[in-house]
Every structure is written in structure tokens, then in C-alpha cells.
């Protein structure tokens, strides 16, 4: 998404490093505190983030345009998803933790004690997105699962919503000190790209989270590769989340799907990284009606504003695009920020990669196919994912096997009968997906996963139990000294 | 290390490309074989090695110079590794599967059924190391935790020893047969850099696996992440893994640290990637014995011939350069492959990262610290490796706990009172560790952990018990169709 330059807090180089810089300072003291200590502190910030009230979220809906009770549940994830992370790191069985006792009389080698756990990866830089305010922005996903790792957090700010994010880095700061968390533990940032372009390059950086465009992330990711100690760098970026629909499901639930899609499309002004752009299905008078009824209902309901000009101004620049686009029929679209569909044969939609890209925004294209082999190809063509969709009754299940193992190919969630927006915050959630949909597939951003992260693995070989790392303290022990 | 170019065997770019097309048109079906099948070829693999008997052996030593008894032992850990991995996946447990049943009453919104398992990435290049032609070359850990996670192979084979590179490889084509496995499933291609390259570039290429040079693995890392779609690289690079040697076990045990060290440092002509390179001592009387101790009993080995002429030409030309350095004391080298120790006082040291580079061979430099704050400055300053080791007795506990942050912080596995050569094949196992020992800190070469570089994680939504992988089928189903 755009990022506006304009407001006036921006961070000088000098500021950015020395953030950094104490980020750095706090990094072996944070990661040394007791796990509890930690889930103290992220449950803390999620009660700081509650007691700022109705004015943290009037705040957020004057700069976001997000209506109050989106914002208000926003919160309510947020901090569910502290409380989460909290709740994980009480116990270890997320260290995956692998003890092997010695045995001095194995034959023809004695066997060493080797003990292997997880520890932090040193300061992470979270860049904030502009769509959630909260739950991926400051007091977001990356912030949780990058502090319950054991890893200072310096969050750059999304220019889109100052106010917002400085209540809730006070927020956290204020729980900080509560919770004596080592000083520089959590910091912020403010500006544009060449803030984030410091933030990346910072030598005290060692991971990065990102949510927000292609463009931004592989920028991104490039810098921290190009680096000569590159970090990893888990950038969530675009999607357009194709949705399959099988002849037996637009026959037995054709009202279902126009109803159920047509929310999908434009719930939020279809500022989610999950809305499903891209609607499949075989050509016909069935889907003729599918694609009627989604389009009869996007007119029915009223344009929300969007997040800022910025993506504003780019979704309707890329309507105007499809609308002069002669390949392409319009069913409805409007010179505004409205939900649009259009439709297209899928000859064309393979032929050409810029019809598959995303259009941040509530607009889709459904997609015409010949019979099921081209729908096949179809999902061949479509690069990686946050989601794929299929849509059957008993009657498609072949055509659903056929599919299925380019929908998993593509992506990290693959729904049946259902619609991809409405991302749940637990332990099997996977959002995440190949390239472009993210910069590494073998990660999550949502869910308890997401803190595999912030974290590599260390094994301890013959020490002595006072000297591991808790988690390690089982078993038969070496004896001391070996 | 550098690579012979001299062997008559490079594959066109034309031949790359086209195992790489098998390799991708295999991915599917053999990641849609039964984990047992996959476990079954793994097995088959390792008894065809062994069927090779002693003809492969005698390869191996005529191409690599590598002593009979050494490679008799290669192969036996080559061969266990194979079948580890085949027991690892027997059973699920390595594949973290969370299971969350759908609860249609949960309020405000309905719980969906969502289920997570890890799934293969797709055909893995492998390019096999020089020092290792079994257990880190074609039949090696790379190639058996790729396939071991459903991954095709393409090994590109070092040219050092290209013969037994053929016998391996054909072993294991000669498996995949008998197993029924899908013809493209294993490949392997012949060259130098320029071969390396197309590989590390062939859009059917996921990710990849390497041990050898910073040099060549930072060239394929940069490579990986500049394609359109970039990938993986897990390269095992450089380390000299420093051994620290506190006051109380100098005194205590300094004829038994001179043995231990001595013989670790010359262990296969120090062609071990995890070879003692960097010795940290106090000072003092205690130090200069030790130091005179391990120069006695360099003298007093046999040079070894090492693997190839461009390895042995790199050692002697280093040795030539730290011979030169009038800020070094040299206390035994020769002007040939024999093993050589230097010392230096630990100002030095710090402020010249030329010396703490890694020279491959059987050479150590010892680091004088006037105390124990500088010894501390020294292991801050060292960057990352694959090891870090210790010896303390109950008097240095304190100097112990200074030092442990900074061993942890730099490497994958931290040794009390050891020596870090000898990697053991295990679950607890890490072998890897924070750049430049790595370009992925997050993962292991060697262990059953190794599996984990070559999948990632997918979430099934809503899907019927049927369409579902096996690891999946279990807990209360959705119902079908939804």
C-alpha cells in the first residue's frame, strides 16, 4: 500500500540508530528473563491497550476512517493475541525441546549429553500496517510474537495512523515499566521509506515483520539479503486469494455463494489481505447467474471510505484500468472507492499475469472456464497465496481432487466451502504463503506459530544442569566438571 | 573451498534445465507417497551403499586421499543418517500437526475446523561438499532430509571426487527403482561454479542445501535472493570455533587439554568444518605450557595429504601469510600440509578481523588476554560459528556465566569441557549457527531437525476427512459438505 510522507513526525538516521542501539543493549537482559516475567509483561500491555478506552479507539477511527465497531473488536484480538503469546510461553513445549543424556559406555564413541532449545535472534524490527491499526500495526502480531520469543521489539510506525500508534507504544512502555522489562526493550520509529530503509540496514537488527504491499516487502527483503550479515526478513504482502466454485455447488447453493462472496468481497472495504479477488468457475448459465447476483448485491451496498488517499487513489486508479480494459466485461463499477466485478474467458486470464495481480480494495474478477482442465490450468498458473478457496458438493469430488494439489501448492490455507476473510488467531492457523504472498513460505504471521520465527535453535553440549538454560534441566545430567 | 575445474564431466545448461524439469514433474507424485514408501527408498538407499562394498571405499580414497578407515566410517554414518530419517518419518510427531475442531456454537462467530501439517517445498539442490564424499555429498544429510520431507533432489557433485559421486548416485537410482519411486525424484548434475549457478537459478529449484566456502555459499545466497521468486539457502559455511580455556582448568587439567586439543585441531588434516581454530587462554605461565604442549605434539604428527590440490595450495599460501605477520609468534608450522600453531596477544586479535578468519586446515591461532574482561571482549567480538567450547573446572563458574551469553549469542552449539570435532547424528543435535557459519541460523545440517529446511506449513479449513492428508484425520470431522 502507499505510505503517506506527509505527516510531520519523521525520525532522524541518528534517532533510528540509537533506538536500535538500545534495543541492543536490552537484548541478552530481556532474553535472560524468566518466560513468566515476559508473559506478565505482553498480558500487562493488553490491559494498558484496554484502559486507554473509548479514546484509543476514537483516535484510531478518526485516522483510519474504520468504523468504531471493527475498531473495537481490532482491540479485542490484539489483546487476545498478548494474552496468547502469554499463555504459550508459560509452558515450554513450544521450545521443542530435545534432551539426549550421555552414556560414557557406548561403544566405540561415549555418547555426550546434548540438549538442544530455542533461543531469541536479538532485535526485531516490526513495520506496522496501515489496514489494522492494532492487530497488526504496534501492539500487533509481530510485536507479540517477536516479545514472547525474547526479542526486542523497534516497531516503525505506519504514517497512516500516528496518533494511534503512539498511544499504544506508551501503552506498552507504561507495561514495560510495570513489569521492570530491561530498558530499550520496545521502541518506535517514525516516517517513510527511508526510515524503514534505515531500520532494515540497522547492524542491531537481526529479524524484520512486515505487512503491507509487494513492492515495500521485497524491497525489504532485498536490503536485509544484501547485507553482509543478511537477516531474515518475514514480509506478508499481497494475495488475491482465488475462489473456486464446482458445478454441483453453483447449482445446489448458487444464492448462498453470490451472498456469502459478495460479503467476502466487501466486508472492511475489502482492505484484507485475505479478500478474494478472483472468482472461478466452469461458463455457463449458472455461473452467468452467480456473477449477477454477487454484482446485484455490490450495488446495494453503500462505498465505505477507505483506509487514506494513498490506497484510495490506487484503487481507483486500477478500476479505471479494468473498466477501459476491453477484454473485460464490467457487471458493475463506479468512479469510486464502491466494491466493482468484473469478468473475463480464462484463454485470456492465463494469458496475461497483470489480471492476476491484486487490486487492494473490494473488486473481483470472475473467470470463465471452458470445462474443468482449464480450470485446472488455471490454478496451475496462479502464483503463491495466502489462501485458495474451493467451493463442491458430493458430486465434485473428483474435480476437487483434481484441484487440490495446485490449491496447496499455491498457498498456506486452503478453504472448503467457505470464505477466506476471518483469519483465527490459534495454534492451526497458517497465514502465510509462497511468494509473492509472502518473502518465506515457512513461516506464519497469525497464530502461536508465529513465534517460531524470532528464534533458532542452540544445543548445550555436557554442561552442567545449573548452568542450562531452564527448560534443559531434565533428565539424567552430566556430571560436573565432565 | 576451492573447486577443481579440471575434470572432464560439466553438464550443459541444457542437461541442468532438464533434470531440473524431472525433478519438478516428480515433485507431486512423490510427495503424494505413503511416508512409509518414502521411509522404505531411505532404507534401500543406505543397503545400496552398502552393497557397494569395499570397490566404493577404494574410490572414495583414491579420489580424496581420505584414509580406508575414515571412509569406512563416512559410509556407516551416511548409511545410519539415511535410515535415521527413514524412522523419523514412520511417525507424524516430527510434523507439529494441530488439530482444532470446528465448533458451529462458538459465539460471536462459529469455529471453524482448521488443521495444520507441514507439506514438502518442492525439488531441492543439493550441492555436495569436498571434505565429506559421503555423509555431505551425494547420498549425504542434505539429499536424505530432503527426500526424507518429500522432496525431489538435484545433487550437483563436487568435482573432487566425481567417480564416487557416480556410484553413489547411481545406488541410489538403482533404489528409487526398486522402490517404485517416480522417475525425476533423484538427479544429479556435474560441474563447477557455472553449474552451481544455472541450479541455484532454475525456476524448478525451491530451495537448497550446501557445505563449502563463505564465498560459494554467500554467492548462492545472493543468487537465490535475487530471482524473481527467491528461495531458500541453507549453506553450512566457514567457522574456527573457539576454545576457551579458564584459569582452574588450566591448572587442573593442561597435559589432558594439550592432548585433547592437539589431536582435535589435527583430526583428518583439520578438514573438519567444526576444527578448533581459535585457542583463548589467561596469560601466564599455565598458557605458555599448554601452548608449548600442543606445538610438541603437532611436531609430532605425520602430515596428512589433504582432499585436493586447490585445499592444500589454500593452506600452505595461509600459513605463508600468518608465518609473515610479524605481529604473531609461530611456534611450529612447516612450508607444507603439516599442522601449524600461532599465537598472538588478544589487542591484536581484537582489532584485525583478518585473524579471525577461518584458514581450512589443521592450523590454530592462540589468543593471549591479559584478563578476564578482554578474554570476554574476544568472544564478543567473534562472529558467528558452529561451535563454541569451554573448559572450566568449579573455581571459574563465575568466569563461566560472563562468557556463556556471548558463546550462545555467536553459535549453534556451545561444548563444556570438550571438543567440538565429532558432529553426533541425533534429535538434539544443531549444527549451524548466526552468519557468516551460516546464511540460516534457523536451521541444522545435521539431525532429525535437518527435515524441517525443506517443508512448510499448510492449513486445511473445513475439508471432509477423505480429501485430507493422513496426519489430519483425526478429532471430530466437519461434517461433509459443509
Redesign the interface.
Known sequence: MPELVSHPIVSTSQEIASVCQAASQAA?PYA?LPARDRARFLDRIAQQLECLGEALLQTANRETSLPLARLTGERSRACAQLRMFGALIRHDAWL?V???PGDPARHP?A??D???TQ?P?GPVAVFAASNFPFAFSVPGGDTASALAAGCPVVVKAHPGHPETSRLAAEAILRAARDCGVPEGTFGIVWGGPETGRALALDNNVYAVGFTGSLRAGRTL??LA??RR??I?VYAEMGSVNPLFVLPG?LVARGEALAQGYSDSLSLGAGQFCTNPGVLVGLEGLAFETLIDNVAERLKRIDPSPMLYDGICDAYVAGIGRLYEDRRLVCHFASDGTAAALFSVDAATFLSDPILREELFGPAAIAVRCVNLDQMRQVAEVL??QLTATVH???SD?EA??ML??NL??M????????FPT?V?V?????H?G???AT????S?SVGT?AILRF??????????SS?LPTELRYGEL?E???
Chains 1, 2 share one sequence.
Open positions: 541478552q535472560a521443542d530435545r534432551i539426549e564413541v555418547k555426550l546434548l540438549r538442544r533461543i535472534l527483503f532485498d539479503a544484501g550479515r543478511p531474515p455447488a502464483e503463491g463442491f458438493e458430493d469430488v476437487v481432487r487440490l494439489p496447496v501448492r498457498a498456506g490455507r486452503i478453504v472448503a466451502n467457505g476471518g483465527e490459534s495454534p492451526a492457523m497458517q502465510g509462497p511468494f509473492p518473502t518465506d513460505s515457512r506464519t506459530a528464534v533458532r535453535p542452540v544445543a548445550f553440549q555436557d554442561f552442567p548452568m552430566a560436573f566438571p565432565a
